[in-house]
């Protein structure tokens, strides 16, 4: 998408964005991977999703980063995200609840420290997207039809494929919400005589089953990248992503932090000296325990009293169960980021690859938000009588945004061309060598000397991937891609020739163009090919494995009856609930 819209132009109206400036660009951008890694990885099983993101930054005909379509593509995040809080908020609590959520979900802290301190552009659109499948789920729900099902499906499967860690922590809190229109359909059945013929519960249970066979469509539309990652993950060290740097317990978050308003642009450490902020945000803090004091007071708005007469008692807050729900997750994830949850990061499977308790700081930004909303709402139902518009919304708003000012803008650096270059992310390997992967044929952490590469890179020369390790012979000519390798050489003898790519499930070499064994060389599990005296031409390529093809086809089948329930009728009478008849007015 930013290679297509640097050349449609629309960069350019959005170029005077905050930071445009000819000379700087947002400092620390969170490419941690060296760009001869890629190699390593699939196309369809990108485990690591930085080397996508490398790979897709435009660069115009001097070879620089078009940075208009990076921050267009920044923008289009802002966008999305806001728009759909403030569709979700409005549709649960009214106007002004979306206005206040919209506005709280733009200017939370850690939303801002995702863009301007960390550059952490895949959750940044999981989060800008968490919204959006939200409501997806929420209009199937309350009316299932072929057409919804296949948007939320769809919604589903985008989100599970932003962002991997996001995933663990936005799927339990989707099954939540799930879980809550469940309850009140429930209890909303119990209360209610059943129909002749008709028992109560045939109308929650169209849901529930609408509901569930979107969540599958959309678990399998994203099969071509989870069916991968879950059956080949056992070919990378995963130790690897969970020591060290990304040890979960060198970055939890103590409470004093929540309300510290310092602000910089450094990196999380161990104990409370971070060099970044993990605020909630007090505007927004306050506002969500609001709506936490209207969930417990049973949603009845306050009233202003005039002597003895009581004005606007309001009606109740409508949706407690999903205000009630999110105040249970925000407390939640807040309890996860202490050092007080270390025991349950030690016992639930997979938390540990979050590598960040702070990461559940993007639930916060959700949660609080909605609350946020919620709380106006809840507090604009009894300032004013109701047939008046009140401002308290829109000052409440206009505080959240003059509170968060300060934070929202990037720390500007002068650019230098070494910036824009591969160079820069191998000095920066060089710098932290744990940020190093590894797969299960390597029998160490790689050390600087193990691969030429690197001074290759630094001398800013053209890389030479392939070598002679034994034997005699020269390599007449060789060319690399990010999929193949291509190498002609002259033995004297039979040699041993090595590509400096780690082996990994789907590589295969040929010999002359007839199929040849690949042995992981030692002591990096790098690609290594026996090569018999004479002239030959060797070429490497990654090509697909039974795992990716299945998990392919499975998208793929998946993808045509997605896109089947979406141009089904549209005026057929809708399967489970009807809709709701229009009012004679």
């Known amino acids: 998408w930013m290679r297509w819209n640097s050349r449609i132009g629309l960069t350019r109206a959005l170029g005077r964005l905050r930071g445009d400036h000819p000379e700087s660009v947002i400092q620390d951008v969170d490419i941690p991977l060296p760009p001869d890694v890629a190699e390593v990885v699939d196309p369809g099983d990108v485990v690591l999703y930085a080397v996508a993101f490398a790979d897709a930054l435009p660069r115009g005909r001097d070879g620089t980063v078009d940075r208009a379509a990076v921050k267009a593509t920044w923008a289009l995040g802002f966008i999305l995200g806001a728009q759909g809080v403030y569709r979700l908020g409005r549709r649960w609590w009214g106007p002004a609840a979306g206005l206040v959520a919209g506005v709280a979900f733009t ?32 209009a199937l729900w309350e009316a299932p039809r072929p057409q919804r099902a296949a948007a939320a499906a769809s919604a589903v499967a985008i989100l599970l494929l932003l962002h ?36 109560p519960q045939r109308a929650w249970l169209a849901s529930v089953l609408w509901t569930a066979a979107a969540a599958l469509l959309g678990g399998l539309l994203a099969a071509i990248f989870l069916v991968p990652m879950l059956l080949e993950r056992r070919f990378i060290v995963e130790e690897q992503w969970v ?37 909630l945000g007090p505007l927004i803090f306050l506002a969500a325990v609001i709506g936490c004091v209207a969930v417990a007071l049973g949603g009845q708005a306050p009233g202003r009293s005039s002597g003895s007469q009581k004005l606007n008692a309001g009606p109740r807050l409508p949706r407690r169960g ?35 308790p702070w990461r559940l700081l993007a639930v916060e930004v959700f949660t609080l938000a909605l609350l946020a909303g919620a709380g106006a709402a809840w507090l604009d139902r009894g300032l004013l009588p109701t047939d008046r518009a009140s401002v308290f919304p829109a000052l409440l708003a206009l505080g959240i945004v003059l509170s968060a000012a300060p934070y929202a803008r990037a720390q500007l650096v002068p650019v230098q061309p070494r910036d824009e270059s591969p160079r820069a992310v191998i000095e920066f390997e060089l710098e932290y060598s744990d940020m190093r992967g590894m797969t299960v044929w390597s029998e160490r952490l790689p050390q600087n000397s193990d691969s030429p590469l690197i001074q290759q890179y630094l001398a800013d020369e053209p890389l030479r991937r392939a070598a002679i390790v034994a034997g005699q012979g020269e390599i007449l000519a060789q060319e690399a891609g990010a999929l193949e390798t291509r190498v002609l050489l002259r033995a004297a003898e039979p040699v041993r020739l090595r590509f400096y790519t780690y082996y990994f499930p789907g590589w295969r070499a040929t010999l002359n163009g007839q199929p040849v064994e690949i042995r992981p060389d030692p002591p990096n599990g790098l690609i290594g090919v026996d090569v018999p005296a004479g002239e030959h031409q060797v070429v490497v390529r990654l090509g697909p494995t039974p795992v990716r093809r299945l998990a392919t086809a499975v998208s793929v089948a998946v993808a045509l009856a997605v896109a089947a329930l979406a141009l089904a009728d549209s005026g057929a009478t809708p399967w489970g609930r009807k809709p709701p008849r229009p009012s004679p007015n």
Do not use: C, K
């Open 243 to 279: 020591h060290a740097t990304y040890n979960y317990r060198q970055h939890f978050v103590y409470p004093a932090q929540f309300f510290d308003p310092t602000w910089g642009y450094g990196y999380s450490v161990p104990g409370i000296g971070d060099g970044m902020s993990f605020q």
């Open 107 to 138: 200017y939370a802290p850690y939303h801002l420290v995702q863009i301007y301190v960390r550059a952490a552009l895949a959750e940044f659109m999981a989060l800008a997207w968490l919204p959006w499948t939200v409501l997806a789920i929420a």
């Open 322 to 356: 999903e205000a009630a729900f999110l105040a249970v997750a925000g407390a939640v994830a807040l309890f996860l980021m202490t050092p007080a949850s270390a025991t349950l990061w030690d016992t639930l499977p997979l938390i540990a690859l979050v590598q960040f």
């Open 164 to 199: 991997t860690v996001s995933m663990l922590t936005f799927v339990p809190l989707l099954a939540g919400v799930v879980l809550v229109f469940l309850g009140r359909d429930l209890s909303a059945a119990r209360r209610q005589p059943p129909r002749a013929g008709q028992g």
